[in-house]
């Protein structure tokens, strides 16, 4: 066949990409089966999948990370990438992206899920990533499938390009025919489709599909529109090319049809892979690789509970076996201890991985997901960068038991290791271990990794915010502390001037202390024991903006010491600060909300309830049909505002913050964190 002149040769790999639950898991396991990979087509709810094979997947019936497997078909290797389509775990899908040769996006008809498909769309066009469109759940499909194409097509920059049409047998879609083929097919189930003559109905309305599915094709084509303009009948040969080289620019993506459940349209859509994805010479200049050397990229870094380390990668140039030396971006080189072919879950050691294998190394221990390895003199330049999404929202761990605290940190370290888009904080002052993440799933199924994986069983709660006070009024106060014990005595006395500083001064010592009637050896001593003093103030929380300055005082020559004015300057403070009307301060971040357009309005609503204050719209820049909305809010009010932000926006919204100022609180709220902090203290 001509098309044999374009098709690529060699190892591919492919993402399943996708909203949540549109079947990119099912869809792996039809292809694994179909192509002989697997004996038996396993299922989601049976929870004996490939792809959710791990102990988190399975408990939660969804993908949680990224899974691997290969497959032969007609003679080449195809590696998949099953990338789970809930919004938490985004991150791995980017960081895989760049490893594909194409992907494939798996959607069904449901508009409640265009949203999210235009967010993956979005990944996949920023990164230059050739997709597909399978629809899936095809046997459930009720609409038009041009009706589908009208609902899905605002999701895509590159236009939608229908390359089946369903064929019915009453309501019932029963198969469907290639449009650049121009064949029919019937479906089977769990059997390939078979060939049927392609008449009447079904010949007229492949006609009129083919017709405009060339069109498009003419867009970017001007000997085809001349053709179709002239009405000659284009050469099936230059329609496939034409097809293959618009999808490897991205400037279409085509559209295919299926049942993953059922195993319908699987072996067509492993066609188009197998004659229109690209292969590994055209990923490897899409990500600009340098020949004469082995390079390969890191798509995912597993530390499983036994085996240790290892890192997934795609070899984009060269060939990696056992023992062969890899160095990071910084230069520091590892050693391959072994080579892995992945089937989800399980492992099987395999001879060297050559250009375009998807393969794992065993025990590279400085490699990092989104790194490009290779084994030049110098580092080779990063073929991608992986950045996280900002962490949204966050949780407090603590061990069950004391006995694991250092435990808990080193198992931390591994889970960041395999998914970059968590974080941990170290809050010193709440000695609380705060872990941040895109979501409440994500962060359960960390916990939930931590008991599993490491054996640590942790319980969690909300971070402590960032409470402050400070003081409205100033006071003149005198400290003395004075203790008559038999022999050796202690005194210590001061004078000091309290006044309030404005927002963000912090603290400031200093005096005016004529004649010596505090000596200056003892001085010091005042300032530590005010500044130990302002970690508690009246209403439990750290005092700031705050000024204190030593103005008179006494001493005794054989009991004044150290210690007897740290006292003194304690008990000035303690004494006066409840007289100065102390306030609460909370601090108030910056947020930005971005959200689609329908949803602003809802923003607004949502701020009131947690309040916030608007402070102004925008649209949002290079993203039609959504708006940027810009908010001051309240720490605490932040620390599950994704949750609903996101019921809010069909799961899309998001939104950054940063802390911008300490704010006086008042009334209710006030009492009510106070009288919670004395509660907690006592
Ligand atoms: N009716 C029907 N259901 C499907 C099809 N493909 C997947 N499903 C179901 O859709 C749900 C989500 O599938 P899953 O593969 O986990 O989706 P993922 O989140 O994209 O990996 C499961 O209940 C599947 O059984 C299909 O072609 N037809
Ligand atoms: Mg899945």
């Given at each position: 066949?001509?098309?044999?002149?374009?098709?690529?040769?060699?190892?591919?790999?492919?993402?399943?990409?996708?909203?949540?639950?549109?079947?990119?898991?099912?869809?792996?396991?039809a292809?694994?089966?179909?192509?002989?990979?697997?004996?038996?087509?396993?299922?989601?709810?049976?929870?004996?999948?490939?792809?959710?094979?791990?102990k988190?997947?399975?408990?939660?019936?969804?993908?949680?990370?990224?899974?691997?497997?290969?497959?032969?078909?007609?003679?080449?290797?195809?590696?998949?990438?099953?990338?789970?389509?809930?919004?938490?775990?985004?991150?791995?899908?980017?960081?895989?992206?760049?490893?594909?040769?194409?992907?494939?996006?798996v959607?069904?008809?449901?508009?409640?899920?265009?949203?999210?498909?235009?967010?993956?769309?979005?990944?996949?066009?920023?990164?230059?990533?050739?997709r597909?469109?399978?629809?899936?759940?095809?046997?459930?499909?009720?609409?038009?499938?041009?009706?589908?194409?009208?609902?899905?097509?605002?999701?895509?920059?590159?236009k939608?390009?229908?390359?089946?049409?369903p064929?019915?047998?009453?309501?019932?879609?029963?198969?469907?025919?290639?449009?650049?083929?121009?064949?029919?097919f019937?479906?089977?189930?769990?059997?390939?489709?078979?060939?049927v003559?392609?008449?009447?109905?079904?010949?007229d309305?492949?006609?009129?599909?083919?017709?405009?599915?060339?069109?498009?094709?003419?867009?970017?084509?001007?000997?085809?529109?001349?053709?179709?303009?002239?009405?000659?009948?284009?050469?099936?040969?230059?329609?496939?090319?034409?097809?293959?080289?618009e999808?490897?620019?991205?400037?279409?993506?085509?559209?295919?049809?299926?049942?993953?459940?059922?195993?319908?349209?699987?072996?067509?859509?492993?066609?188009?892979?197998r004659?229109?994805?690209?292969?590994?010479?055209?990923?490897?200049k899409?990500?600009?690789?340098?020949?004469?050397?082995?390079?390969?990229?890191?798509?995912?870094?597993?530390?499983?509970?036994?085996?240790?380390?290892?890192?997934?990668v795609?070899?984009?140039?060269?060939?990696?076996?056992?023992?062969?030396?890899?160095?990071?971006?910084?230069?520091?080189v590892?050693?391959?201890?072994?080579?892995?072919?992945?089937?989800?879950?399980?492992?099987?050691?395999?001879?060297?991985?050559?250009?375009?294998?998807?393969?794992?190394?065993?025990?590279?221990?400085?490699?990092?997901?989104?790194?490009?390895?290779?084994?030049?003199?110098?580092?080779?330049?990063?073929?991608?960068?992986?950045?996280p999404?900002?962490?949204v929202?966050?949780?407090?761990?603590?061990?069950?038991?004391?006995?694991?605290?250092?435990?808990?940190?080193?198992?931390l370290?591994?889970?960041?290791?395999?998914?970059?888009?968590?974080?941990?904080?170290?809050?010193?002052?709440?000695?609380?271990?705060?872990?941040?993440?895109?979501?409440?799933?994500?962060?359960?199924?960390?916990?939930?990794r931590?008991?599993?994986?490491?054996?640590?069983?942790?319980t969690?709660?909300?971070?402590?915010v960032?409470?402050?006070?400070?003081?409205?009024?100033?006071i003149?106060?005198?400290?003395?502390?004075?203790?008559?014990?038999?022999?050796?005595?202690?005194?210590?006395?001061?004078?000091?001037?309290?006044?309030?500083l404005?927002?963000g001064?912090?603290?400031?010592?200093?005096?005016?202390?004529?004649?010596?009637?505090?000596?200056?050896?003892?001085i010091?001593?005042?300032?530590?024991?005010?500044?130990?003093?302002?970690?508690?103030?009246?209403?439990?929380?750290?005092v700031?903006?705050?000024?204190?300055?030593?103005?008179?005082?006494?001493?005794?020559?054989?009991?004044?010491?150290?210690?007897?004015?740290?006292?003194?300057?304690?008990?000035?403070?303690?004494?006066?600060?409840?007289?100065?009307?102390?306030?609460?301060?909370?601090p108030?971040?910056?947020?930005?909300?971005?959200?689609?357009?329908?949803?602003?309005?809802?923003?607004?609503?949502?701020?009131?309830?947690r309040?916030?204050?608007?402070?102004?719209?925008?649209?949002?820049?290079?993203?039609?049909?959504?708006?940027?909305?810009?908010?001051?809010?309240?720490?605490?009010?932040i620390?599950?505002?994704?949750?609903?932000?996101r019921?809010?926006t069909?799961?899309?919204?998001?939104?950054?913050?940063?802390?911008?100022?300490?704010?006086?609180?008042?009334?209710?709220?006030a009492?009510?964190?106070?009288a919670?902090?004395?509660?907690?203290?006592?």
């Amino acid at each position: 066949m001509a098309q044999n002149g374009t098709r690529a040769t060699g190892p591919r790999c492919i993402a399943l990409v996708g909203p949540f639950q549109s079947g990119k898991t099912t869809l792996l396991e039809a292809i694994l089966a179909r192509t002989g990979a697997i004996q038996r087509q396993g299922t989601v709810e049976a929870e004996n999948t490939v792809g959710d094979a791990s102990k988190e997947a399975r408990h939660h019936k969804m993908s949680v990370e990224l899974s691997i497997a290969s497959t032969n078909f007609m003679g080449d290797t195809y590696t998949f990438v099953d990338c789970p389509g809930s919004v938490e775990f985004v991150h791995d899908m980017r960081a895989a992206l760049p490893a594909v040769d194409a992907a494939v996006v798996v959607c069904e008809l449901d508009e409640k899920k265009v949203p999210q498909l235009q967010l993956i769309l979005r990944e996949l066009e920023a990164q230059k990533v050739p997709r597909f469109l399978f629809l899936n759940k095809i046997d459930k499909a009720d609409s038009t499938i041009h009706e589908a194409l009208r609902l899905l097509q605002p999701a895509s920059r590159g236009k939608l390009l229908l390359r089946q049409i369903p064929t019915f047998s009453g309501d019932i879609i029963t198969g469907f025919v290639d449009l650049a083929l121009e064949r029919a097919f019937v479906y089977k189930e769990h059997a390939p489709s078979e060939v049927v003559p392609l008449e009447g109905d079904a010949l007229d309305r492949e006609k009129t599909a083919r017709f405009s599915m060339l069109e498009t094709l003419a867009d970017h084509d001007d000997e085809l529109m001349e053709q179709l303009l002239e009405d000659i009948q284009p050469p099936r040969d230059k329609v496939f090319d034409d097809l293959s080289k618009e999808l490897r620019e991205g400037l279409v993506c085509p559209v295919l049809l299926g049942s993953a459940t059922r195993t319908n349209g699987v072996l067509r859509l492993m066609k188009a892979l197998r004659h229109e994805s690209p292969g590994i010479a055209e990923t490897a200049k899409r990500l600009g690789v340098k020949g004469g050397q082995t390079v390969a990229y890191v798509l995912k870094t597993i530390n499983s509970a036994h085996g240790g380390k290892m890192s997934a990668v795609r070899v984009l140039a060269g060939k990696i076996g056992d023992g062969a030396n890899l160095m990071n971006a910084d230069g520091q080189v590892g050693r391959v201890a072994a080579v892995f072919r992945l089937m989800g879950q399980q492992t099987e050691k395999r001879g060297a991985a050559e250009a375009g294998d998807t393969v794992a190394l065993g025990k590279l221990e400085h490699a990092e997901t989104g790194e490009t390895l290779s084994d030049g003199q110098q580092p080779h330049p990063p073929v991608a960068k992986a950045v996280p999404h900002p962490p949204v929202l966050s949780i407090a761990v603590v061990a069950k038991e004391r006995k694991d605290d250092v435990k808990l940190g080193q198992a931390l370290g591994k889970l960041l290791e395999e998914d970059p888009s968590i974080s941990v904080v170290h809050n010193a002052e709440a000695h609380e271990v705060v872990l941040w993440g895109q979501g409440e799933m994500q962060l359960r199924v960390a916990t939930e990794r931590l008991v599993e994986r490491f054996g640590i069983p942790t319980t969690s709660h909300k971070p402590t915010v960032g409470y402050r006070e400070t003081i409205k009024k100033g006071i003149v106060q005198r400290g003395r502390h004075k203790k008559q014990s038999g022999g050796h005595g202690q005194y210590g006395d001061v004078v000091l001037d309290i006044k309030p500083l404005p927002r963000g001064s912090g603290f400031n010592f200093s005096e005016e202390i004529k004649g010596g009637v505090v000596p200056r050896n003892y001085i010091p001593s005042v300032e530590e024991g005010v500044i130990e003093a302002l970690k508690h103030g009246p209403l439990g929380f750290p005092v700031v903006d705050i000024a204190a300055k030593l103005i008179d005082g006494s001493y005794h020559t054989v009991d004044s010491s150290d210690m007897a004015f740290q006292l003194a300057g304690r008990l000035a403070i303690h004494e006066g600060l409840p007289q100065c009307q102390p306030v609460l301060l909370e601090p108030i971040y910056q947020v930005e909300i971005v959200c689609p357009s329908e949803a602003t309005a809802k923003m607004n609503a949502l701020m009131s309830g947690r309040r916030g204050q608007i402070l102004g719209f925008d649209t949002r820049e290079g993203w039609d049909g959504w708006d940027v909305v810009r908010v001051q809010m309240p720490e605490s009010e932040i620390g599950d505002l994704i949750v609903e932000v996101r019921s809010a926006t069909a799961g899309v919204g998001s939104f950054t913050f940063k802390f911008d100022h300490m704010a006086e609180l008042m009334g209710r709220t006030a009492e009510q964190i106070v009288a919670a902090r004395k509660s907690a203290a006592a």
